[in-house]
């Protein structure tokens, strides 16, 4: 990976851009989310099995299992290369 940033647009979406040095496949293991700097669960965390563009976080299954206990979600996701 040679960049990234990230944007929240005026509608509130939020883009990640992503400047990769070759071709290739981010897989599982250079991914990381993280719930108010705390891990999430591994197996909330994974590539999508009807994508493998997509990088799918279930944030709902991980704030249960991590016991938070706010109404906002400060979610993070880490991309290694």
């Not at 400047?19 to 991914?31: F, I, P, Q, S």
């Not at 991980?62 to 996701?77: C, F, Y």
Request: with cysteine.
């Amino acid at each position: 990976m040679v960049t990234s940033s990230i944007r929240q647009g005026e509608n509130g979406r939020v883009s990640v851009d992503t400047r990769l040095k070759a071709l290739g496949v981010l897989v599982e293991g250079d991914m990381m989310a993280t719930i108010r700097d705390q891990p999430v669960p591994r197996h909330t965390a994974r590539v999508s099995q009807d994508d493998d563009c997509v990088f799918e976080v279930d944030v709902q299954t991980a704030w249960k299992e991590m016991g938070l206990d706010s109404v906002e979600v400060d979610v993070k996701v880490y991309f290694g290369a």
